[in-house]
């Protein structure tokens, strides 16, 4: 093994001459923001990989959630239903836009949002629901649009780490009245930093459109009260030269996933996320579970790993409710499963230039404390 670190991951990057030879058309054309042909270019090759009906793209994943939920106008303080695990990120946005967090708690399977509490935690302030697709393992899209449909809730999906994925042939966008996606350096699909609202309602994109550039409509007027999170042309120039090469690297990241699962299954005390054989994964994070049966704690593996200059992550601890900025609102004790999870978890390295063997010393060390 060589003595460099082996970090959580490192970003994507095209052939060089290719993302230059891209770029060399903004010193040619000096549009470098406000949706020129690098932008517009992008825009179309997602809507296709993707499947979207429509697409707006942001400066970053976090102003895309933002213009999600703005677009569909949700009275202000009213109340959003939401996973208490996940980034900060997503509690964040609703707050920002003057709604009021409620968590429930998530499910022992697959880490998402548990659809058996959803209906307890409805009241007649309850406008939303924006679940989160963790890891990429897609929520009950089924029966959350169930329950959105009964009550007459938007569903907006936080689907940051959900690039790619598809249930039974369809990308996981399709559910729910709107998607947000990010283009962040560590995600799977970069465009350095970036993000995108994909809904089949033309309304909410348009929304969205306006909403990231001032709210202007036409070129001298202001419908709404925006900000202003365009995506520049180099950021576009990123992402189509990295999407090119997405299957690719996503076949990489199966392999080394499939090279953990092979150390990694029959540890005793070492819990593994499970796959549905229904969805297309993109294989974005390799998360474990360090139970009780495991001779070292989750923070102890922790060291150990570092110790071997192996730098997991404990992703995602504490849970939301847990950060200074919430604790004293929020109880973490009405998540219990969060919680738990939360100080078990670990997520392990993952990234498209790794190799198996890599993966493979990460999986012994692993085993030889078990």
């Not at 959580?8 to 770029?23: A, D, K, V």
């Not at 690098?38 to 976090?62: D, K, M, P, W």
């Not at 695990?85 to 997503?90: D, E, P, V």
Request: net charge negative; glycine share 6%; aromatic share 10%.
């Amino acid at each position: 093994m060589s003595s460099a670190p082996i970090l959580i991951t490192r970003p994507s990057l095209p052939p060089f001459e290719e993302y230059t030879s891209l770029i060399q058309r903004i010193w040619e054309n000096r549009w470098l923001t406000n949706a020129g042909p690098l932008h517009e270019q992008l825009a179309a090759e997602l809507t296709q990989f993707l499947h979207a009906r429509h697409i707006s793209l942001y400066t970053n994943g976090h102003q895309a959630l933002e213009a999600a939920i703005h677009a569909f106008c949700l009275p202000k303080g009213s109340e959003v239903i939401t996973t208490p695990y996940t980034f900060a990120s997503t509690t964040h946005a609703i707050v920002r836009s003057g709604l009021t967090p409620v968590f429930c708690d998530i499910s022992s399977d697959d880490y998402n949002i548990d659809v058996t509490k959803i209906g307890e935690l409805i009241t007649d302030k309850t406008s939303a629901v924006v679940p989160v697709h963790v890891y990429g393992t897609p929520c009950n899209v089924t029966e959350i649009g169930r329950i959105a449909k009964k009550h007459d809730l938007k569903v907006i999906y936080d689907a940051a780490h959900a690039f790619g994925v598809e249930i039974n042939g369809r990308s996981v966008t399709e559910w729910g009245d709107a998607s947000m996606l990010s283009f962040h350096a560590t995600k799977i699909f970069n465009t350095i930093e970036g993000g995108a609202v994909i809904s089949s309602d033309k309304n909410i994109i348009d929304a969205a459109d306006r909403y990231k550039n001032f709210g202007m409509q036409g070129y001298e007027d202001f419908t709404d009260i925006g900000t202003n999170a365009k995506m520049n042309e180099f950021q576009a120039a990123m992402g189509i030269a990295n999407l090119k090469y997405l299957d690719a690297k996503i076949a990489v990241r199966k392999e080394l996933c499939r090279g953990y699962t092979g150390l990694l299954q029959d540890v005793e005390g070492i819990t593994l996320l499970k796959r549905s054989e229904n969805v297309k994964s993109n294989y974005a994070y390799y998360p474990i579970l360090i139970e009780d049966a495991y001779p070292l704690t989750r923070d102890e593996v922790c060291d150990k790993l570092t110790e071997n200059a192996v730098f997991a992550r404990k992703y995602f601890y504490p849970i939301v409710t847990g950060y200074s900025c919430y604790k004293d609102s929020f109880a973490s004790s009405s998540s219990p499963v969060a919680s738990d999870v939360s100080k078990k978890v670990l997520c392990l390295p993952l990234y498209d230039t790794m190799d198996l063997a890599t993966a493979e010393f990460i999986g012994d060390i692993l085993r030889k404390e078990a």
